[in-house]
């Protein structure tokens, strides 16, 4: 009463801006409670606030239980609240979506079309491969629903069905196909959609119905459709060219005359990528067409449809890039577009419209875009994400990209092109240093005229002290300058002043730049300086010789910096070069003494350079670096007497024929060594001894098998076994390490073992755990092919498997995962469905596209029924059926005592007092028989008018209440209630009233009598009557009827014939319920007929028809039981062990509600269960009834009266708001109870 | 496919979501995600197309007062399509709410839950006629009422 309804907690929200945290968590506080409440109403309140916070981003999913309780609520209106929060809060994993399958079942076959709306809107988003599998017959069954309403969605949530369960694509798919002929344009519409997704993954299933589509395509005028079957077409259309053929003309058509742009862009996209431009005849000209029209989305000021023209032009361009290179000004302006997305696109397509003349003027507007705009007017307009690091590092990219493809054949002047790289590495403001480096090697490397220039751009960029400055930041890109180094230190024959160039090297701060800058920093002074020096000798004087003394001097110094680095390889290099300086030093100076020595200040005389200046010089520029062909390494021709097969050993000596696994040891031992890929390192240091000792040993190798038995040997494998568990070497996949570890473990063997050292190879060890590990099997194998394999190149070594135990097969399987993601990315886009890291959005389609609908369906394939699978409930009634069992047969001895004891306590009282607190009234006894034998008049009397009536109750408000017959008050209503209150099980029944035909149904059971263990059987009679407006016959009349898993139909299909007009037919259907008896149970099929409206025209009708099957129609026409048997057979409550309860609310005036409830209300509740009145007293009844299949219903019905006081002072006294009558039903069954409660539910929900 | 399909307003707070296929494990991620959406959408101009790709999906979105009407799809679905499945939707939630607001979208959520699953399901676009759209709808109403 008190609790918030979601909009208070919404405006609360509102209210709570400031602290909403805690407000909510108030909130979620109360709702904690209140969904826990007993209270129906206020459950579904809770859910649904709880809905909405889980929107604003709380978790549910703690909720999902109560969730399943408010979705089977029997309000409609709670039921959508519980359907909502399970599509919004339920997943795959949740645990209770196990409980929702008879909810779903249950609602799914509901009379009411918006129930089953919700449930099949709410399934579309919950099911489960388990939902699926269950639920996958009723879908189908469903497929001829009455209502398109309900078709059109259960269309629907079979696509999404076939997803988690695969193999109802293929039994169901010819009931959809049907479908696609519907009268109802949203079913097709539905259809088409189903169709054009499943035909997405695998077209080539679907290729079968192009008729069809085809046929749709020309005439329907839905726009969405036509959509989706274009689309569906392109799908199709590669794998049948000659589909191209015909679909040019109607899409051409499209093309021409559509105004929708969506549709427009369909059929241009689909033309494109359905690859109608290849196949068609005049492809050129619906090419051009193409074009033309986007054309027309390029030069829209909507920038939507600029977009979409760009994303249909990059399709065409790899076929037509002439056509789209016709509409290079349209695109170049929208890569000045404002918009970044448009931009991207338009890049897409500059991409590969660039050809040399062009390169140049494309690239300047794409640095536009880079440098910061200041400058101009425009510029302040341009959103701030064109300086996103992202952007501009796909815009730098792309100029990359555009200007190195195909081997930079678009490039003219390269001097232009170093320029713009260089400018990159100034405006880029983003990290692509690496990206430039090897840009500007590899241009400085290949393109000979450029160096000159190069070397000069990167003395510039050396020179720059801001790249230094700024090094630690990535975007500063001072990644350039090991590309500047290394092209100052390799071409430093361009240098005008070799000694600034050293300079720059060593220069304050250099030490802050990466390490791998550095180490070329330190190569490139040496080079420098190589050619420097070089270039001194040719003029060598006192001069240069002070001058390169001098500078030796100071680089000795300077370097002495880079040898204080924490990285090695900058380390060694500092160390080798300050060395080399220090040589060259102490040599000029000592030269220069010896010279002043010997010639007495005639320095001019020892004009010649020394010698280390001269040789050092060879040392870096021998041979000039050049780049090597794409091909170079395939034309090396093959030295002769090259053979690779060849054996690089001579093959093992054979040996005898005592020959044993030692043999194999050595095989073993050189496939290692290839496997390995390190053989020369075994080869070197053991194997060589290896096979000289085996053939010392030779000699001795038949006492040596005999004196090392059996025993021995197993000794020494687990010793060794023990060993290698702590043998870091041993697991390892690298030859390295298996060399290793054979060495290793040869000298740890010999150390352990001194027994006959010398006999044991190195190899053995190796082949020992070969052994060990493998079966005989095999080296007895190889053994026999022996010969066969020294000749032949080596298979895989078994070696290899054993030694690095599992770790081969995980690799090989690693290896084969690779492979087949490669080939996943080759599959169409549409394959390469989304996957988030996080799982989010993640559909697996994999199931549906293996289905293969090509073959026809076998006669074993059936949908799955319920018995495969045990839901939890299912497990749960098993049990129950179990315990029933048991109690029944208890119950049948007892009864047979209980009836001698009634008899006698008949006699010796006859006036016990009845069970359950009734006091027992004679006179209502009396009264009780007078009802009955009215009831049954009206029954007949009213049995005719039946339908009408009914059709007159359906409209009535359900405000309206049974009353007294004789009530003066409302007369007219009366009547009406009257014939409510027929005996529902055998009263006749509408199933079909059309315009052309009326089908009445009854319904009765097979027998008279209980039949147990076996399936009930039931008796359905139809009348048909032609009531065609314009008095034609139908002909071919037929009943189908399909059997279910519940349902079971000896003879399904009834065919009548012919019918004239007014004629009438009878029929009668026999079946048997399989299922458990319970809520819902029902009948479906269809009547098929033609009308013959003249001779030659026929119509063919086809209408689904459907009934359920009333509890009551279960149960027997027993003879009466007198309160006395009632009595003791309801005392024993272990005989009924299950329970069902309702309340049903009487709104009629206090003083009338006794009688109603007396006549009326009584009477209607035993025909609702198909029980007999046992006793009557006022304001209470006792019922007893008993089903065919035996289960015996016992019931008891009370009035109550709560008088309101309140509520009485303010109405018209009398009046009471609290009236009801509360139903408690005891049986036998679990699921019979409570379809008895249900089915009394909802007949007083109707009144 | 569709993806998802979000009302979010100036604030970035969501009023309404809804998901079909999956959606991310953690509450708090989707809000996240959501906020983002808002934000990326918000920093867009009228200048600008209303189509852009957001991780592996594209966002459509359309602005109508201070509502941002986004949907999420996959690269194969017909772009235009989405955006005029957004118009169609707005024009329904306003002959259904005569005259919408953000207010009627925040305390009739299940209202505009129940007209959207008429229009899409599972992901697909289903129905765009307003007057199949809303008849169903309105029944509905009167069975609950």
């Known amino acids: 009463m008190f609790e918030k309804s979601l909009t208070d907690l919404i405006r609360g929200i509102r209210a709570n801006k400031k602290n909403e945290q805690k407000y909510i968590a108030a909130c979620l506080q109360e709702i904690h409670q209140e969904i826990k409440s007993n209270d129906p109403d206020i459950k579904a309140q809770a859910v649904s606030k709880l809905t909405y916070l889980q929107m604003i981003g709380y978790d549910m999913s703690w909720a999902s239980f109560h969730v399943v309780e408010v979705m089977s609520s029997p309000k409609y209106s709670q039921k959508l609240t519980g359907y909502l929060a399970a599509t919004q809060s339920f997943r795959q994993d949740t645990d209770v979506l196990m409980l929702t399958t008879n909810l779903l079942k249950k609602d799914l076959a509901s009379g009411n079309h918006l129930e089953v709306g919700i449930a099949l809107n709410g399934l579309s988003h919950i099911v489960t491969p388990d939902l699926a599998r269950d639920l996958c017959q009723d879908l189908v069954s469903m497929l001829s629903h009455s209502r398109p309403y309900v078709r059109k969605k259960v269309v629907l949530v079979l696509y999404k069905l076939f997803l988690k369960f695969p193999e109802a694509l293929r039994l169901s798919f010819p009931r959809l196909k049907e479908r696609l002929d519907d009268s109802d344009p949203s079913v097709v519409c539905a259809v088409v959609n189903v169709i054009c997704e499943l035909a997405r993954k695998n077209p080539k299933n679907y290729l079968s119905l192009a008729p069809q589509l085809f046929k749709l395509l020309n005439t329907s005028s839905n726009n969405w459709m036509?959509?989706?079957?274009?689309?569906?077409?392109?799908?199709?259309?590669?794998?049948?060219?000659?589909?191209?053929?015909?679909?040019?003309?109607?899409?051409?058509?499209?093309?021409?005359?559509?105004?929708?742009?969506?549709?427009?862009?369909?059929?241009?996209?689909?033309?494109?990528?359905?690859?109608?431009?290849?196949?068609?005849?005049?492809?050129?000209?619906?090419?051009?067409?193409?074009?033309?029209?986007?054309?027309?989305?390029?030069?829209?000021?909507?920038?939507?449809?600029?977009y979409v023209g760009l994303l249909a032009l990059s399709k065409i361009l790899p076929t037509y890039p002439k056509l789209v290179a016709e509409n290079r000004d349209i695109i170049l302006k929208c890569i000045d577009d404002h918009d970044i997305s448009i931009r991207l696109r338009a890049l897409d397509l500059v991409v590969g419209m660039v050809n040399k003349k062009n390169l140049t003027d494309i690239v300047k507007r794409l640095m536009s875009h880079l440098l910061p705009s200041n400058n101009n007017s425009e510029s302040s307009t341009l959103p701030s994400t064109l300086l996103e690091p992202a952007y501009r590092a796909d815009i730098i990219n792309r100029i990359i990209f555009i200007c190195s493809q195909n081997s930079y054949s678009n490039i003219v002047n390269f001097e232009w092109y170093i320029a713009v790289l260089v400018d990159l590495t100034y405006v880029a403001g983003v990290d692509v240093g690496e990206l430039l480096t090897t840009q500007i090697m590899d241009v400085g490397v290949r393109v000979k005229s450029v160096r000159q220039y190069s070397v000069k751009a990167m003395q510039r960029l050396l020179s720059d002290s801001s790249l230094l400055e700024n090094c630690q930041f990535p975007e500063s890109n001072s990644e350039v300058l090991y590309a500047a180094a290394w092209i100052t230190g390799e071409f430093c024959s361009y240098l005008e002043t070799p000694t600034d160039a050293i300079g720059y090297f060593v220069q304050p701060g250099v030490t802050k730049l990466p390490h791998n800058v550095q180490a070329v920093y330190i190569q490139s002074i040496l080079k420098v300086y190589a050619y420097w020096a070089n270039s001194l000798t040719y003029n060598w004087d006192e001069d240069s010789k002070q001058e390169l003394l001098r500078f030796t001097e100071m680089i000795k110094d300077k370097i002495s910096t880079f040898c204080s680095s924490t990285d090695l390889e900058v380390q060694e290099r500092a160390y080798n070069a300050r060395e080399i300086f220090s040589i060259i030093h102490q040599n000029l100076s000592t030269t220069h003494e010896t010279t002043f020595d010997v010639e007495n200040n005639i320095y001019s005389s020892t004009n010649k350079s020394p010698s280390i200046i001269s040789e050092l010089y060879p040392l870096f520029f021998s041979y000039e670096l050049n780049p090597v062909a794409p091909k170079a390494q395939k034309k090396v021709p093959v030295p002769e007497g090259l053979d690779l097969d060849a054996w690089i050993n001579e093959p093992l000596p054979e040996s005898e024929n005592s020959e044993s696994e030692e043999e194999e040891e050595s095989y073993g031992y050189g496939y290692t060594q290839k496997f390995g890929g390190s053989g020369d390192l075994i080869f070197s240091s053991g194997s060589g001894t290896a096979i000289g000792r085996r053939r010392d040993r030779k000699s001795s190798k038949k006492g040596y098998n005999s004196e090392e038995d059996e025993e021995t040997k197993e000794k020494r494998r687990r010793e060794r076994n023990e060993r290698i568990k702590n043998d870091p070497f041993y697991i390892s996949s690298t030859g390295n390490d298996l060399s290793k570890h054979s060495k290793s473990d040869g000298l740890s063997k010999r150390v352990t073992e001194e027994i006959d050292v010398d006999s044991i190879p190195v190899?053995?060890?190796?082949?020992?755990?070969?052994?060990?590990?493998?079966?005989?099997?095999?080296?007895?194998?190889?053994?026999?092919?022996?010969?066969?394999?020294?000749?032949?190149?080596?298979?895989?070594?078994?070696?290899?498997?054993?030694?690095?135990?599992?770790?081969?097969?995980?690799?090989?399987?690693?290896?084969?995962?690779?492979?087949?993601?490669?080939?996943?990315?080759?599959?169409?886009?549409?394959?390469?469905?989304?996957?988030?890291?996080?799982?989010?959005?993640?559909?697996?389609?994999?199931?549906?596209?293996?289905?293969?609908?090509?073959?026809?369906?076998?006669?074993?394939?059936?949908?799955?029924?319920?018995?495969?699978?045990?839901?939890?409930?299912?497990v749960r009634r098993r049990e129950e059926e179990r315990v029933r069992r048991r109690f029944t047969e208890r119950r049948i001895k007892q009864t047979q005592e209980s009836t001698s004891r009634v008899k006698k306590s008949k006699s010796e009282k006859p006036k016990s007092k009845a069970s359950l607190e009734i006091t027992p009234n004679t006179k209502n006894t009396e009264n009780k028989g007078e009802q009955s034998s009215k009831s049954k008049k009206v029954s007949k009397k009213k049995r005719t008018e039946e339908t009408e009536d009914r059709k007159k109750k359906g409209k009535k408000d359900k405000g309206k209440k049974p009353k007294k017959k004789n009530s003066i008050s409302d007369n007219a209503t009366l009547e009406n209630h009257d014939n409510v209150v027929v005996d529902e099980a055998a009263s006749i029944k509408t199933l079909v009233d059309s315009d052309d035909i009326q089908v009445l149904y009854t319904l009765s059971l097979g027998s008279s009598t209980e039949v147990k263990n076996e399936p009930p059987a039931m008796i359905a009679d139809f009348t048909v009557r032609n009531k065609c407006s314009h008095k034609h016959p139908l002909s071919k009349l037929t009943f189908t009827f399909e059997s279910t898993s519940d349902i079971q139909f000896d003879k399904g299909l009834i065919e009548i014939g012919e019918l004239q007009h007014d004629e009438q037919k009878s029929v009668t259907i026999e079946f048997k319920v399989l299922g458990i008896v319970g809520a819902g149970l029902t009948v479906s099929g269809n009547i098929a007929y033609e009308i013959q409206s003249d001779e030659e025209t026929k119509t063919n009708a086809d209408i689904p028809i459907r009934f359920e099957l009333p509890m009551a129609v279960f149960m027997l026409n027993i003879p009466k039981i007198t309160p006395e048997e009632f009595k003791s057979c309801v005392t024993k409550t272990a005989d009924f062990p299950f329970t069902g309860s309702t309340s049903i609310r009487l709104n009629a005036s206090i003083n009338l509600i006794e009688q109603s409830f007396q006549n009326d209300v009584t009477r209607l509740i035993s025909m609702a269960t198909g029980t007999h009145i046992v006793e009557q007293v006022q304001g209470a009844i006792t019922m007893y009834g008993k089903s065919v299949q035996g289960y015996q219903v016992a019931g008891l019905a009370k009035l109550t009266v709560e008088k309101n006081i309140m509520l009485v002072e303010n109405e018209i006294p009398g009046s009471a708001q609290n009236t009801s009558v509360r139903i408690e039903l005891k049986c036998t069954d679990q699921a019979f109870v409570d379809g008895l409660i249900r089915e009394i539910d909802y007949l007083f929900k109707e009144l | 496919m569709l993806r998802f399909f979000l009302l979010v307003n100036k604030q970035g707070q969501t009023r309404f979501s809804r998901y079909y296929s999956g959606m991310p494990i953690q509450a708090e991620e989707r809000v996240l995600m959501e906020a983002d959406i808002a934000r990326k959408c918000l920093k867009r101009s009228d200048v600008q197309c209303s189509i852009f790709e957001y991780g592996q999906y594209k966002l459509a979105y359309r602005r109508y007062a201070s509502l941002f009407f986004v949907i999420g799809f996959d690269e194969e679905e017909n772009h235009l399509s989405i955006l005029e499945l957004v118009q169609a939707y707005v024009e329904i939630l306003n002959t259904y709410f005569d005259n919408v607001c953000e207010l009627d979208i925040m305390f009739n959520i299940e209202k505009v839950h129940v007209i959207l699953e008429e229009m899409v399901s599972n992901g697909r676009i289903v129905e765009t006629n307003k007057h199949n759209v809303l008849a169903p709808v309105l029944e509905m109403n009167k069975a609950s009422r």
């Not at chain 1, 862009?265 to 689909?270: G, L, S, V």
């Not at chain 1, 109608?276 to 030069?299: H, P, Q, R, W, Y």
């Open chain 1, 226 to 306: 036509l959509i989706k079957i274009i689309k569906l077409f392109g799908a199709l259309t590669p794998l049948e060219p000659r589909l191209a053929k015909k679909l040019l003309p109607p899409i051409t058509q499209q093309i021409q005359t559509t105004s929708a742009m969506s549709l427009l862009y369909e059929c241009i996209h689909t033309v494109i990528i359905g690859e109608m431009l290849t196949s068609g005849g005049n492809s050129d000209a619906l090419a051009a067409m193409c074009v033309s029209k986007l054309k027309i989305f390029l030069e829209d000021p909507d920038q939507n449809l600029k």
């Open chain 1, 763 to 874: 190899v053995r060890l190796t082949m020992d755990e070969f052994i060990f590990k493998t079966d005989k099997k095999t080296s007895k194998k190889s053994k026999a092919s022996k010969k066969e394999k020294r000749h032949s190149p080596p298979p895989v070594p078994p070696v290899i498997y054993t030694d690095i135990g599992e770790m081969p097969e995980n690799a090989t399987l690693s290896d084969e995962e690779k492979d087949s993601t490669k080939t996943g990315n080759n599959k169409p886009i549409w394959n390469s469905i989304p996957s988030q890291s996080s799982g989010i959005l993640d559909v697996d389609f994999s199931g549906v596209s293996n289905v293969d609908l090509s073959t026809p369906l076998g006669a074993d394939e059936k949908f799955p029924s319920m018995a495969v699978y045990l839901a939890p409930e299912e």
